[in-house]
């Protein structure tokens, strides 16, 4: 995260309750929050915050993340609105679409 502009943390390489603290150097430096990546996790996590501005969106999230995951937060009028009544992120692997793309073993140009 910067601190001399936005701060951007990515929640898969940071524990969730990271966005969390910076949201509070963030506030103590009257910066903006921009969440980047994993917009169904970032959508949750921005709620809570009180200098979240935007959360960084792919329209290649929105086609994998429907497709893999039941739940998974649409883009309506430019904004993601979390379901409170699901729980969690609200999403549940679709583990029959996931299994089309499993890999027993590395592709023969993977292994160099």
């Not at 039941?70 to 699901?86: I, K, N, T």
């Amino acid at each position: 995260m910067r601190l001399n502009g936005l701060g951007r943390p990515e929640y898969e390489r940071h524990a969730a309750s990271w966005p969390l603290r910076a949201d509070g150097l963030c506030r103590a430096r009257n910066l903006p929050f921009s969440a980047h990546c994993a917009p169904q996790v970032s959508a949750h996590l921005c709620c809570a915050m009180e200098k979240a501005v935007h959360v960084e969106y792919f329209h290649d999230h929105e086609r994998i993340e429907s497709m893999l995951f039941e739940g998974a937060l649409p883009l309506e009028d430019g904004r993601l609105r979390p379901d409170p009544s699901r729980p969690g992120l609200g999403i549940e692997l679709r583990a029959e679409e996931a299994r089309r793309f499993r890999r027993t073993q590395l592709p023969e140009s993977a292994n160099g």
